[in-house]
């Protein structure tokens, strides 16, 4: 009871890391998302800061920095434990012995097996007070994307489409243009912002010739992957061109490689052990990335959820009725045969985008 | 504006108009739905009543009776006009201008062409103040049935259906059982309560076999209606025994007639000038109804949008994902071409039943 009411008086100001935390939201990556203030020993607020940009100074240090001496004695709250190894930058935990801090509050644990516990117990054992798990919840939630990466080796995927209140992703003539509104669109365009990575298959560069970018509203675009097995790529695709962001085209051992030559040089070309999502995501780990966003068909996008590389949905839902037998429909087969083995979603939120219905939804298995 | 002040004044009290007139939804037909409130010559609360069934006193008349000999000099709120004719009870305006009721105030015109402005008139030239058109958009969107029904010939028809979140009403197999959870199949009886008939075709008589009732939570079940063109219907079907509800089998001159020869002889059959969704409306309009419930497959709901006899639809989708290439989603083709051809809806409201997320739409040219 002592240590909850202990926890308790900390969450006013544990919101107000993870506010700080969330400003660099899809910019931070392989890095996860971190705020951290500073009280001096009478409370009093004398510093703050957020983790920016992968090789820039981590919160705990900047926050420290603006506190100077007034940190001694005082309280630093941060939504991640501290790391306690040398990264690109110097381990967190100096920095906190040496401002002469003497309690730190955490709301989660790094999942990082290089830090997982051992930078609490390094403050501990210094004589600093350490209270963990306030806003635990909402600070996994912050970092789920950075989190499942560590556990998993693959990033957290999320999976939108655009359906009509008929279940329908476009029309039987493959005309989609547009479904949502326009305020949907340009929800896409933020959401994108928040991913590492935006994946298509090649149907859909040949279909949509697609940008793929965040129109400039993130400093850093999303890197933009093709996963192809037939590598049938049109030589003119928006994507070619890695002026605006990055392009990785991926193929499997199948495929017919000399196809590649015919596209300009721009794109990097991977080959991976095997044609799948699996596999692309855990290349896309290893580049960094802790958020990917399928905007990809209905057989691809099957595929990615029954290799478990969608853990979260968003669906835009236009008030429209298209009809249309043969027209197509977000998913393919999962080979059903009873409702009951029907994929299970949990409602993280909704909201409206002008006239659509945005639905975003967590697949049962993950949270 | 002294007009409008002179409304605003009577708004709270029309409120409880029409929250009395609500109490019997779906039990009025063809009746519409009527509340009414009696206030004194001091503005007391001195009576009120509505209208419960068909051939039962009409909202007026048990109002007044209530308020006996307060009425002199008062105030008689009601939301629809008074009716000034004898149907199966005898003239409202009589009853009013008996009691001695000084002020009519109204919602929204009679459209039944017996009245439509007549009832106004008569009162107005006995001598009675009467203000019209306070809260008329709620008391059109209350009686919006009873409305079109007057202005068509043809009942509201509310179209509904289970969905799960990739735009599937069954399984390949034909599996539907059960997309939607247990709280949306309790809210389909209440709308059944709602209704004065429930459509399906053939097919889901075949299927299916439904009951289509509302579980006794009317007083007055809907009538259950087959559509069928093949007549191709199962001998032992639940809709056969008319105890529970009764059962209408419509079908048009191309049909087999001697198919239903091997049936039991509870359900009422007749043949249709043309078997389409209009014609069968034209019929149930002509028997009463006033709003009936689509609870068809895809074939037969596409038609009805397209004979305009679908007005409103209620979306229960359900966070499953079910996929399935070849399975039934909820509409047919309208051969659009073009996204901009899209039937558009506009939302009326959306709610939850449990885990699933109902959205009520109107068709966007009604309302």
């Known amino acids: 009871m002592k240590t909850d009411l202990k ?5 006013p100001w544990m919101r107000r890391v993870l506010h700080l935390a969330s400003l660099a939201y899809g910019q931070t990556s392989p890095n996860p998302l971190v705020g951290a203030v500073i ?11 957020y983790h920016s940009f992968a090789g820039q100074p981590h ?12 940190a001694k004695g005082g309280t630093l709250l941060v939504n991640l434990e501290p790391c306690c190894h040398q990264g690109r930058t110097p381990p967190c935990t100096d920095a906190i ?12 644990n790094d999942p990082d097996p290089r830090v997982s516990g051992k930078g609490v117990d390094l403050l501990r054992q210094a004589g600093v007070e350490v209270v963990c798990g306030v806003l635990e919840k909402e600070a996994v939630y912050l970092n789920r994307a950075f989190i499942f990466r560590n556990q998993t080796g ?3 995927g999320i999976l939108k489409w655009a359906m009509s209140f008929d279940g329908r992703i476009a029309l039987p003539n493959g005309s989609s243009k547009w479904i949502s509104g326009l305020e949907s669109r340009e929800n896409v365009h933020s959401l994108r912002a928040r991913c590492d990575a935006v994946i298509v298959g090649g149907r859909t560069v040949r279909i949509d010739n697609p940008l793929l970018t965040s129109r400039g509203l993130s400093k850093k675009e999303p890197l933009r992957v093709v996963l192809s097995s037939s590598l049938d790529l049109p030589i003119d695709s928006q994507l070619w061109d890695t002026k605006p962001a990055k392009t990785l085209i991926c193929y499997g051992p199948e495929s017919d490689a000399s196809l590649l030559d015919s596209l300009p040089n721009g794109p990097e070309k991977v080959l991976l052990e095997k044609n799948s999502p699996f596999k692309l995501l855990e290349l896309l780990a290893q580049k960094g990335c802790n958020q990917v966003l399928w905007e990809c068909g209905s057989n691809l996008a099957t595929t990615a959820i029954q290799q478990d590389c969608v ?6 839902l236009s008030p429209k009725l298209l009809g249309g037998i043969s027209a197509m429909t977000p998913l393919a087969d999962f080979g059903f045969e009873s409702i009951e083995e029907a994929i299970t979603l949990k409602e993280l939120s909704s909201f409206r985008k002008g006239e659509d219905i945005v639905l975003n939804m967590l697949l049962d298995n993950h949270l």
Chains 1, 2 share one sequence.
């Open 97 to 108: 012995l040496k401002s002469g801090i003497s309690r730190v509050v955490i709301a989660v």
């Open 7 to 11: 926890k308790h008086n900390w969450v």
């Open 311 to 316: 853990q979260e949905i968003l669906l835009f």
């Open 59 to 70: 919160a705990e240090v900047e926050a420290l920095s603006q506190a100077g001496s007034s």
């Open 154 to 156: 693959r990033p957290w």
């Open 39 to 49: 009280l001096d020993s009478q409370k009093r607020l004398v510093g703050e800061g």
